[in-house]
């Protein structure tokens, strides 16, 4: 004999909602957050860069700040290498700095620098 299917307490919508947040907004943050301490951003910094410049490139460290109104990136020990025919050896080393990248292009996939200061370049 089949026993009648019981209905199951449906999940207020406010729980739904607030769990969509959570996944939606939280979740993301917080892996980025995690990415930005962890030493993770270095490599696709330097790839990012390297794109920029056309140039291969190195850093030391870069720590990412994103819970601001523009994200930045600081960085230490940037080295960009010599075209082929000029050489061995960088062509641009940076002991510091700081690069901004607007947040639409972040979002989209393509972060572009808004500005870049650095310190005792040579």
Do not use: C, Y
């Not at 301490?37 to 490599?43: M, P, S």
């Not at 960009?80 to 700081?98: E, K, M, N, Y």
């Amino acid at each position: 004999m089949a026993l009648p299917l019981q209905a199951s307490n449906p999940v207020p919508v406010s729980r739904l909602i607030v769990g969509l947040a959570v996944a939606v907004l939280v979740l993301p943050a917080a892996g980025m957050l995690l990415l930005s301490q962890a030493g993770l951003a270095r490599g696709p910094f330097r790839k990012l860069v390297s794109q920029a410049v056309g140039r291969p490139v190195a850093v030391e460290r870069v720590q990412l700040h994103l819970l601001t109104g523009a994200p930045e990136a600081v960085f230490d020990g940037l080295q960009i290498a010599q075209p082929t025919w000029a050489g061995p050896g960088d062509f641009l080393t940076v002991r510091s700095g700081l690069v901004r990248i607007t947040w639409g292009s972040l979002l989209q996939g393509h972060p572009s620098f808004r500005s870049l200061n650095s310190t005792s370049p040579s």
